[in-house]
């Protein structure tokens, strides 16, 4: 081998005497001053390597050092262990890429072995200085430690170790003084010992935070006042003798106590905020003074008052990892908060940002509530008539929703929902997440809205008087009750003309008998199927009843399919949300067959529209003007030859073109930028 051996006998009296205890060990570990891994057999699992951070004074090589310390892994109790320090000089070695600790325990016969490699070799790198802390020992037993090298270079040390048993630790009394918030620590006439207060964590304990931490030297039979912050379960007393290395004892008397479990124990966690919006998250980070796991759930606090009492919401419960909590699929709100409940006592958290991601409000326009809803994110909104039952309003049928989809930029949505019962309250939230707030929204109808409410009740009035003077000749030939379906199509180019659609559907609807089908009021079942399978489904079935498909044309309309023929043209997919666009593809290739656009039928505002604002391909459909030709639509809705002369030219034709300037008048103080709006 062409070096000197250095037998075991040699290198024993290079061993250096054994030290104290020190801190305990919370974890097996290896430290050494080169990049290392190591490996080990079962008994030791697998030490994390690392260089030190505060290294201690070398050894001078070669040398093995063995001394006593205290192993303490999580969730068991503490026990004796050998640490292990070494030094090998590798460059005199030459080629050493490891080296391989053996451990004996004699009497229990005991085995195991660590073995460190050099992950890059260095080059002109000094000796090498290892610990392992430790291995885990009985009280009372004779450890063997041996040590070679990797390949072997003929060095080998060896040495053995009595590991004692820990001596008792230091004797003092304590008091609670809850008056002052404080703890009395007495100490024995003897020897003066160290004491401090301090927070027990999983494998230490933590000293409080300043000003509160204090270490004092109390000489034996005097006392000491200890102040604390909170009063926490891991709240302890430590206290150890003045020298180094000495025996601990401590107390920890708040861990069964009632009082230990109250506000200031969530007075000391501190939560960081992490939610966001815009990933529909809301995460939480604990940072405690004692080793915490809490339950995290939703609940929903009525008003921003801490005071508010917070409802639970079921099936909310947050994953949690390392003080980590997260839900997913939330609409992140200041008043949609987490409770965290541990042992006897929660605490509610909510965001810390005051600010949504969505807004609602809520207007009246005659016998219907619109609803204005503004989003920053794609989202999807559901609302719900409900009345005032118990203290609580519980939504009714149908369900109505509207979509901003995704890629969209952020703008206004509307909804329209028909008011049944004056007095009604609507219901609105998010219907594209699990867990969502639902805001409660009860609109004024007070008198300044009434002149409104008896506009809309005259202009139903005299709609009917009209139907029933013209009622022969607007008779089906077939007799079937009820009028025939009609497929209302339109673009949510403004609120002027999305309030008179309404307002003309509900008029079909309710003084004709017309099936109508229109998206705003078939909201629920639009969600479900989604908006091309519900305007497909529509139309075919308004096909196989004879129906017709009503167009309701406007000068949004007019850009709007400009664009949807430029798409067209260009090959671009279509938009899947995009009722207005799906439905020009479907009439185009209706047109485009034999005899093809029948059962189409084009109506427009003359206030919103004029005839040069349809397209020339959609002018062979038959083209109604309204007011003026409202009659003459009736009839072709009903299938029925056109109306009387007296019908369409008498005083009430007359009254009812009045009623409706003026009512489209009255709705449109807001506009909305064509597209603004997710639907037809």
């Known amino acids: ?122 080059l002109g790198s000094s000796a090498w200085q290892v610990q392992f802390d430790c291995f885990p020992a009985e009280s009372g037993r004779q450890v063997l430690v041996s040590l070679r090298t990797i390949p072997d270079r003929g060095l080998a040390l060896s040495c053995s170790h009595l590991v004692t048993a820990e001596p008792p630790g230091p004797v003092f009394t304590h008091a609670w003084v809850p008056e002052v918030r404080a703890i009395e620590v007495w100490v024995p006439e003897g020897p003066a010992l160290m004491v401090r207060l301090c927070h027990q964590l999983a494998l230490e304990c933590e000293e409080l935070p300043r000003p509160f931490h204090q270490q004092v030297l109390v000489p034996g039979g005097h006392h000491i006042s200890l102040p604390y912050e909170f009063l926490v379960p891991c709240l302890c007393i430590e206290a150890s003798y003045s020298h180094h290395d000495s025996p601990r004892s401590k107390h920890c008397p708040f861990h069964d106590r009632p009082d230990a479990y109250g506000p200031e124990l969530w007075s000391s966690v501190h939560f960081h905020d992490y939610s966001t919006s815009s990933k529909d998250q809301m995460v939480m980070v604990l940072s405690a003074s004692c080793p915490l796991r809490p339950r995290a759930t939703l609940c929903w606090r009525e008003a921003a008052d801490e005071a508010a009492p917070c409802h639970d919401i079921p099936n909310s419960t947050a994953s949690e990892d390392e003080q980590v909590y997260i839900l997913d699929k939330v609409d992140v709100h200041p008043q949609l908060c987490f409770r965290f409940s541990y042992k006897n006592s929660s605490h509610v958290e909510c965001p810390h940002q005051p600010e949504t991601a969505w807004n609602v409000s809520v207007s009246v326009l005659g016998l219907q509530l619109r609803l204005h809803l503004t989003s920053r994110i794609p989202a999807a909104f559901s609302a719900a008539l409900c009345q005032h039952r118990g203290g609580q309003c519980e939504p009714e049928a149908p369900l109505y929703t509207v979509t901003q989809p995704e890629g969209s930029a952020p703008g206004e949505l509307a909804l329209l929902l028909p008011v049944q019962v004056l007095g009604s309250c609507v219901l609105v939230w998010r219907s594209d997440v699990h867990f969502a707030r639902k805001q409660l929204l009860c609109p004024d109808v007070s008198h300044r809205h009434f002149g409104l409410l008896g506009l809309v009740l005259a202009l139903g009035l005299v709609v009917i008087v009209l139907l029933l003077n013209c009622r022969g000749a607007w008779r089906p030939d077939d007799g079937v009750p009820g009028g025939r379906p009609v497929l209302l199509l339109y673009s949510p180019d403004s609120e002027e003309h999305l309030g008179l659609v309404c307002a003309l559907a509900e008029r079909l609807r309710a003084g004709l008998g017309c099936d109508v089908r229109l998206d705003l009021w078939e909201a629920g079942g639009l969600g479900q199927a989604g908006a091309l399978p519900w305007l497909y489904a529509q139309r075919g079935r308004v096909g196989r009843q004879r129906g017709t498909v009503l167009l309701l044309w406007s000068r949004g309309s007019a850009r709007l399919f400009h664009r949807w023929q430029v798409g067209m043209a260009d090959r671009m997919p279509g938009d899947a949300h995009d009722i207005f666009g799906a439905a020009m593809a479907c009439l185009h290739g209706e047109l485009g067959a034999v005899g093809g656009g029948g059962g189409w039928v084009l109506a427009y505002f003359s206030r919103l529209c004029s005839p040069r604002d349809v397209p020339r391909p959609l002018r062979p459909l038959p083209t109604y003007r309204l007011p003026r030709q409202l009659p003459g639509l009736l009839g072709a809705l009903r299938g029925s030859p056109p109306a009387p002369r007296r019908c369409r030219r008498g005083r009430a034709g007359g009254l009812l073109h009045r009623l409706l300037e003026v009512g489209a008048g009255e709705g449109s103080p807001l506009h909305r930028p064509p597209g603004a709006a997710a639907g037809t």
Do not use: I, Y
């Not at 070096?3 to 290896?30: D, I, K, N, S, Y």
């Not at 080629?95 to 073995?115: D, I, K, P, Y």
């Open 1 to 122: 081998m062409g070096r000197p051996l250095l037998l075991a006998a040699v290198a024993a009296l290079l061993l250096l005497p054994p030290t104290g205890t020190g801190a305990a060990v919370t974890r097996l570990r290896v430290s050494a001053n080169f990049e290392c891994r190591a490996t080990a057999d079962r008994t030791l699992s697998r030490p994390r390597c690392r260089r030190p951070s505060r290294p201690g004074p070398p050894l001078e090589p070669p040398a093995l050092s063995l001394s006593r310390a205290r192993l303490c892994l999580p969730a068991q109790p503490c026990q004796p262990c050998l640490r292990v320090r070494l030094a090998l000089p590798t460059s005199e070695l030459g080629g050493v890429r490891g080296l391989q600790l053996t451990f004996l325990e004699l009497g229990s016969n005991r085995a195991g072995w660590l073995q460190v490699w050099q992950r890059r070799r260095a």
